[in-house]
């Protein structure tokens, strides 16, 4: 007879994905976990696997819950738009006050001691994802003349990731949503016209 489960999988998650963005990968400890969950290590294990099994479903939650709002930017009627919505949407949930501050993604991101992991590898395929979709949605803006012609689409796409990064980072160093939009309205000052 199988045992039924004591908890309830979303809410774990929940409470995982609020530990690992307030506390990054590496400083959140299985115990940790376990304890806030209010789970024992073999339930843990049977329903995550291993502190990496759980952080990917905390990932994946984290995309679908949080950066969809961010990424639904793309659909901005133009590339301006699109730079601006982008920059703005992660502002505001970089100082949701429901949320930790910053970024989930790149409080967890920053290489260990130990070298390179899969974790980190991935988090860099993640990046050059969002970077091609930048990309290619700048190019299609490029191709319909929204964009001025000498504009670098693939340097714009990084632009915008490395404004998006630095507002995580300023966040979490206790910069208020205004502050924000005000580094937002600054940075778009170098965006091509």
Aim: positive net charge; glycine residues 6%; aromatic residues 8%.
């Amino acid at each position: 007879m199988a045992r039924t489960r004591v908890f309830e999988v979303d809410q774990a998650i929940e409470i995982a994905t609020d530990m690992f963005w307030r506390n990054g990968y590496e400083r959140t400890s299985l115990s940790d976990l376990t304890t806030a969950m209010g789970i024992t290590p073999p339930s843990f294990y049977f329903a995550f696997g291993s502190k990496e099994g759980l952080f990917r479903k905390v990932l994946e939650h984290y995309r679908r819950t949080r950066l969809a709002y961010a990424e639904d930017a793309l659909n901005q009627p133009t590339a301006r738009d699109v730079a601006e919505q982008t920059l703005l949407r992660l502002a505001d949930l970089y100082t949701d006050p429901k949320r930790p501050p910053g970024c989930l993604a790149v409080n967890c991101s920053f290489p260990s001691n130990t070298g390179v992991t899969e974790l980190q590898r991935e988090f860099a395929d993640l990046r050059k994802a969002r970077r091609a979709k930048l990309r290619d949605r700048l190019k299609k803006a490029q191709a319909a003349g929204d964009l001025p012609a000498d504009s670098d689409p693939d340097e714009l796409a990084r632009f915008i990731l490395v404004i998006g990064w630095g507002l995580a980072l300023a966040a979490q160093s206790g910069a208020t949503r205004n502050d924000l939009h005000r580094t937002v309205a600054t940075a778009l000052k170098a965006w091509p016209s």
